[in-house]
């Protein structure tokens, strides 16, 4: 049985930081490239970062580049998304997506979902 479990979400302040991490079972982790998505109030859900099957290999949303920042430990079976200078905008439940494309770049590559984590950025 596949899970990919988040943690981390919280309630801050903008301005600071937060780590999210996702925990993988029940599949070969560096078999699949990995991702996060997120999915504010009333809105889409959106492709926030990915990183290939090694971590050699990482992409942004073009708004979020620079402030947030995706890894993965192959040994550990784990990906996180570093948080950083959080804005209210950034107010969403954070999702945990494995693919077996090479590339993730989109919600409908994902084969695995994880339940999401909620991210709350006060004002």
């Known amino acids: 049985q596949v899970q990919l479990v988040e943690s981390g979400g919280g309630l801050v302040q903008a301005g600071d930081s937060l780590r999210l991490s996702c925990a993988v079972s029940?599949?070969?982790?560096?078999?699949?490239?990995m991702g996060w998505f997120r999915r504010a109030p009333g809105k889409e859900r959106e492709f926030v970062a990915a990183i290939r099957r090694f971590g050699d290999i990482t992409s942004y949303a073009d708004s979020l580049k620079g402030r947030f920042t995706i890894s993965r430990d192959n040994a550990k079976l784990t990906l996180a998304l570093q948080m950083n200078s959080l804005k209210p905008e950034d107010t969403a439940v954070y999702y945990c997506?494995?693919?077996?494309?090479?590339?993730?770049?989109?919600?409908?590559?994902?084969?695995?979902w994880g339940q999401g984590t909620q991210v709350t950025v006060s004002s």
């Open positions: 029940g599949l070969t982790f560096s078999n699949y490239a």
């Open positions: 997506a494995a693919s077996s494309y090479l590339k993730l770049t989109s919600a409908r590559d994902s084969d695995y």
